[in-house]
């Protein structure tokens, strides 16, 4: 899995990137049609992407989503969306947030669970706003991004301070848009609660019929609801997650490769070897060993 830091600047044309302690970014850019297909799969962290100019185009869930001037993309862990192109004189502000920040308090778990969970009752993972909020959520934004690079030795409660109110903001407005939409289709809702458990237990867990019984549904009807939303399959997302998590252990620690093995709960080292191999075109240690190379 990519840090937070690397995958914000995988991300196209960022004209200025903050990062703090591997827990929030912000990027803020523009991109042009010509720089084409990104990929946002698989990544292990919270995003919301403020379009404030142009627009850009998506695909997710086998469908496609435009976005424009004032309407939001949200993202959740290894949700799988790609971004096909951009309108020339697109501009966007985003921020992203290590999974690991809810963790940090029973506050921030409950707001970053409230501000997700009234997405399940849409189809897109769009946020429409206003003029008004869209102008006062991209300065609030812009407020985190600079107190991002603000060199203080308050600067962690300040940015929790700042999110909080960007994550209530958000919150507010969602609600006055919920209003608007249609009843909760119960497809979308099963897909988000499969997505959140992925998230919450890909590493304990790798088979779908752990994910199809806390769901309250069979493996087959699972499977293919995956397929309908995603045009994936439904272990295709949770080997997606457990392969992000291994590359980035083996990027980023000294751990042994039956070490990572473990810590994935493979039944041995030999299972993970092969299915690192057969996702990745090559052994955990020639993975490892292209890295210091590189």
């Not at 506050?107 to 429409?128: E, G, N, T, V, W």
């Amino acid at each position: 899995m990519f840090t937070l830091k690397e995958f914000v600047k995988s991300i196209p044309s960022i004209r200025s990137l903050t990062v703090w302690e591997g827990l929030m970014a912000c990027a803020e850019g523009s991109a042009t049609s010509r720089q084409g297909h990104f990929s946002f799969d698989g990544l292990k962290v919270y995003g919301f992407l403020l379009v404030r100019q142009g627009s850009m185009l998506i695909r997710y869930g086998g469908h496609e989503i435009l976005y424009r001037q004032g309407e939001m993309q949200t993202y959740v862990p290894y949700m799988p969306v790609a971004t096909l192109e951009y309108s020339d004189d697109f501009d966007g502000i985003a921020l992203f947030f290590d999974t690991t920040i809810m963790q940090q308090s029973p506050m921030y778990h409950r707001l970053f669970r409230d501000a997700y969970d009234p997405l399940q009752s849409c189809r897109d993972p769009k946020i429409i706003l206003s003029p008004e909020a869209t102008h006062r959520i991209g300065e609030n934004m812009q407020l985190i991004h600079l107190y991002l690079a603000h060199p203080s030795a308050n600067k962690g409660a300040m940015l929790y301070s700042l999110c909080g109110v960007f994550l209530f903001d958000l919150l507010e407005e969602q609600g006055k848009a919920l209003e608007r939409t249609t009843a909760p289709n119960r497809s979308d809702e099963l897909m988000q609660r499969f997505l959140s458990m992925v998230n919450s237990h890909y590493i304990e867990e790798h088979e779908l019929p752990f994910y199809a019984e806390e769901l309250c549904i069979t493996t087959t009807y699972l499977s293919r609801l995956v397929r309908q939303i995603f045009d994936c399959t439904a272990k295709d997302i949770i080997n997606k997650a457990l392969l992000s998590e291994s590359e980035y252990l083996l990027r980023t620690t000294q751990l042994t490769i039956a070490q990572i093995a473990d810590q994935l709960h493979f039944a041995d080292q030999s299972s993970f070897n092969h299915f690192f191999a057969r996702h990745k075109g090559m052994s955990p240690s020639a993975f490892r060993k292209k890295l210091l190379q590189s």
